[in-house]
C-alpha cells in the first residue's frame, strides 16, 4: 500500500470516530439545556442557537492561525493537538450544570479544535494530483458518515443512559481518533525556512486576490450558512410533527442520520466525477440539487416526508465542499495549503456561527417552518451568483 492511501485509510477512520462522537450530543442540545434548567419554548430556542455557535465564533477566528502553525511545524501534530483538546473539552462539558457553564466550555472547544484543515492539507500534500478530486471526496466522507451514525447512536445512548453521559463519550472518541493518528499517519514534513514562511495575513490576501477562491470562500459561507440554520433546530420540529414522545430522541437522530448517509455514500462519487468532467459542472449540479430538496421541507406534514426530503438534500451537498476543496488544493502553493484550507474552513465556521443564531431569532419569533423558507433562499442565491460569476469569467475555474 502506498503512503498516500495508508495516510488516507487512516486520516478516514480517525475523522470518522471523531466526527461520530462529536455529533453524537449535536441534536439532542434543545433537550439537554431544558435539563439543565432553561425553561420557555422561545428561551430554549435562543439558548439552542448561542450554544450551537459558540466553538464557531471563536474557531473561526483560530483556523487560520492553527492552519499556519500546520505550514511550519507539520499537519500531522496540528492533528493530534485538536483531537485531543476536542476530549478535554468534551469530558469537562459533562460536568456543566447550567446553561452558561456549557457555554464557556463550547468556546473553550472552539479556540482550540480544528482537525478538518491540517487533514485536508496533509492529505493534499500526497495525493497524487490526478487522485486528489477522489481523496478529498474520501476524506470528506468521514466527517459525514460520522455525522451519519452520531445522531443514530446518541439517539440510542441518550433513551438509555440521558444526554450528560453523551460528553464522556464524545471525549473517548475524540482521544482514540488522535491515538490513530498518533500511531499510523506518516507525515513527511520538511519545515521551510523563515524568510520563505507565509503569515495569516499573507495567505489572506492570497484569497481575496486570487479570483477562484475569492468566489469559493463566498459561496462557501453561503451554502454552510443555509445547511446549519436548520440543524439545531431540527429536534424541535421532529418533536413538532407529533412524533411520539418516546421516539423523539430516536427519530432526531435518524433525521439526522438519513442527510449523512446519503451524503457520505455520494461524496466519493462527486469527487470522482470532479476529476473527470471538471468542478464547475458538479459544483453548479449540486448546488441545483440542495435547492430543489430544500423548499418542500417547509411543506411537510409528517416525519416520513421529512425523512425522503433530507436524504436527497444530502445527496447533493455532498458534491459541494470535496468539490471546493479540489479547486482550493489546485489554486494554492502546497507549502501554503495548510494556511489557506484553514481560511476556508474559517468560511466553513463563520456559516455554522451565524446560520443557528439567525435561526434561533427566526424560530423563536417566525415559527419553526420559516428557517427553511430562509435556508432555502439562500440556497437560491448561491446558485443564482454562481451562474452570474460564471457568465462573466467563464475560465475562472476548470
Not at 495575513?201 to 459561507?221: G, K
Not at 438519513?258 to 458538479?282: E, L, M, Q, V
Request: glycine content about 10%; proline content about 5%.
Amino acid at each position: 500500500m502506498k503512503l498516500w492511501q495508508k495516510n488516507l485509510y487512516s486520516l478516514w477512520l480517525a475523522q470518522l470516530i471523531a466526527a461520530l462522537g462529536l455529533s453524537m450530543i449535536i441534536p439532542f442540545l434543545p433537550f439537554y439545556l431544558r435539563d439543565l434548567g432553561v425553561s420557555g419554548k422561545q428561551a430554549v430556542k435562543i439558548w439552542s442557537g448561542f450554544i450551537y455557535s459558540a466553538p464557531f465564533m471563536i474557531s473561526a477566528f483560530m483556523q487560520p492561525v492553527w492552519g499556519l502553525l500546520g505550514d511550519r511545524k507539520g499537519r500531522k501534530p496540528m492533528v493530534v493537538r485538536a483531537m485531543l483538546a476536542l476530549a478535554l473539552a468534551n469530558f469537562l462539558m459533562g460536568f456543566a450544570r447550567s446553561a452558561p457553564q456549557l457555554l464557556i466550555l463550547r468556546f473553550l472547544q472552539g479556540s482550540l479544535s480544528g482537525f478538518v484543515a491540517p487533514s485536508l492539507a496533509l492529505m493534499a500534500s500526497c495525493a497524487p494530483e490526478e487522485k486528489t478530486g477522489q481523496a478529498l471526496g474520501t476524506l470528506q466522507s468521514s466527517l459525514v458518515t460520522g455525522m451519519v451514525a452520531g445522531p443514530l447512536l446518541g439517539g440510542v445512548l441518550a433513551h438509555l443512559v440521558g444526554y450528560r453521559p453523551l460528553f464522556f463519550g464524545t471525549a473517548f472518541f475524540c482521544f482514540c481518533g488522535a491515538i490513530i493518528v498518533i500511531s499510523f499517519v506518516k507525515e513527511e514534513f520538511v519545515p521551510r525556512e523563515k524568510k520563505d514562511r507565509s503569515s495569516v495575513s499573507q495567505n489572506l490576501r492570497y484569497v481575496i486576490h486570487t479570483p477562484e477562491l475569492r468566489v469559493l470562500l463566498l459561496l462557501l459561507i453561503m451554502v454552510q450558512l443555509s445547511t446549519v440554520i436548520v440543524a439545531p433546530f431540527l429536534s424541535l420540529f421532529v418533536e413538532y410533527l407529533k412524533v411520539s414522545p418516546a421516539q423523539i430522541g430516536l427519530m432526531t437522530g435518524v433525521v439526522f442520520g438519513i442527510t449523512g448517509i446519503t451524503n457520505a455514500a455520494f461524496a466519493p462519487f462527486w469527487g470522482k466525477k470532479s476529476d473527470r468532467i471538471g468542478s464547475r459542472k458538479i459544483l453548479r449540479r449540486s448546488l441545483m440539487g440542495i435547492t430543489l430538496f430544500s423548499l418542500p421541507q417547509a411543506f411537510v406534514t409528517n416525519i416520513y416526508q421529512l425523512l425522503i426530503l433530507r436524504g436527497g438534500l444530502g445527496v447533493f451537498f455532498s458534491g459541494v465542499i470535496p468539490t471546493i476543496n479540489t479547486i482550493v488544493r489546485r489554486s494554492t502553493p502546497q507549502n501554503n495549503q495548510g494556511g489557506i484550507f484553514g481560511i476556508f474552513q474559517s468560511g466553513l465556521l463563520l456559516g455554522n456561527m451565524a446560520g443557528p443564531l439567525i435561526g434561533g431569532i427566526l424560530a423563536a419569533f417566525l415559527g419553526l417552518r420559516s428557517i427553511f423558507l430562509i435556508s432555502t433562499g439562500i440556497f437560491c442565491l448561491a446558485l443564482l451568483w454562481e451562474k452570474i460569476i460564471s457568465r462573466k469569467t467563464p475560465d475562472l475555474f476548470p
